[in-house]
């Protein structure tokens, strides 16, 4: 069975993994609270809640199938290595149910407060049922010989395609507004965090194995974290690089968030007026 070879490592792997948990879970109140205040809902914008709750859903059920599920691990070991640890540490289960609880109550949010005319997209509805029929399919594939260990890569894949997705049309719309007013650059700087924290977390576990099978092993993992460490560095470079705020500027309020979706469509081609 796999045990740690460094207790410091293995003390130093918790730690990463709890400030990784934390550093991303906090960023989810800001805008809850917020909501809450204002009784409206009104500038923040729905594609990106349903990508996320379709993302951070994805995630839950591949962690806490490979943490939870005996089976699963045992089909895992098959395939890497009786050694091998399970990629899977209690503090990405907690963050998972964290992101889709706290997720979920902004999307009810979006449901009970004032919304003016915002929508969802159709181009948003189409791409979250594309990924949910996806895994569908691929639980009536895995079914017949129970291949268990592959259906759950496939949720870990959603998960991070949901990532790439979300974070892409930011990038462009700070591009063609040449600033980043409305954009919080604090819940960036804590992802970033998170996903330096993250990555140097499955780092110790490898060097502790002299391994580095718990990269490709968990490759949902390993990608969500490069993809998150390179946006949020695009992020920070439109923030204060490419269009820093001027200082005679007043500072942005709440309302100012642009009011473009998260994902153009044909539809909803305007901007929401606060």
């Known amino acids: 069975m796999a045990a740690w070879n460094s ?23 800001p805008q809850v609270i917020l909501n809450f205040r204002r009784k409206s809902v009104v500038g923040l914008n729905f594609d990106f809640v349903v990508l996320n709750l379709t993302k951070h859903s994805t995630y839950l059920i591949y962690n806490a199938s490979m943490f939870f599920s005996t089976a699963i691990q045992e089909q895992y070991r098959r395939k890497y290595g009786r050694n091998e640890l399970i990629p899977v540490a209690a503090n990405d289960v907690a963050f998972s149910i964290h992101a889709v609880l706290l997720t979920a109550i902004t999307l009810f949010q979006i449901a009970i407060y004032d919304r ?21 399919i691929c639980v009536f594939i895995a079914l017949p010989h129970h291949s268990w260990l592959w259906l759950i890569s496939c949720f870990s894949t959603i998960q991070v395609i949901m990532t790439v997705v979300k974070y892409i049309p930011q990038a462009i719309m700070n591009f063609r507004r040449k600033s980043t007013i409305g954009f919080s650059i604090g819940n960036i700087l804590l992802d970033l965090l998170g996903g330096v924290t993250n990555y140097g977390q499955m780092a110790v576990q490898s060097i502790d194995q002299s391994s580095w099978v718990n990269f490709y092993g968990n490759i949902g993992k390993t990608l969500l974290s ?33 009011k473009e979706p998260l994902i153009e469509s044909s539809e909803n081609p305007h901007r929401v007026d606060v």
């Open 7 to 29: 207790v410091h490592l293995e003390v130093l792997y918790s730690i990463s993994g709890w400030v990784a948990f934390v550093s991303w879970s906090i960023s989810f109140y």
């Open 116 to 136: 003016g005319t915002q929508k969802v997209s159709k181009t948003c509805i189409g791409i979250a049922s594309a990924a949910w029929l996806g895994a569908i």
């Open 226 to 258: 490069l993809v998150s460490i390179f946006f949020d560095i695009l992020f920070i470079l439109q923030h204060y690089v490419l269009y820093p705020e001027k200082k005679s500027s007043k500072s942005p309020t709440v309302d100012v968030v642009s």
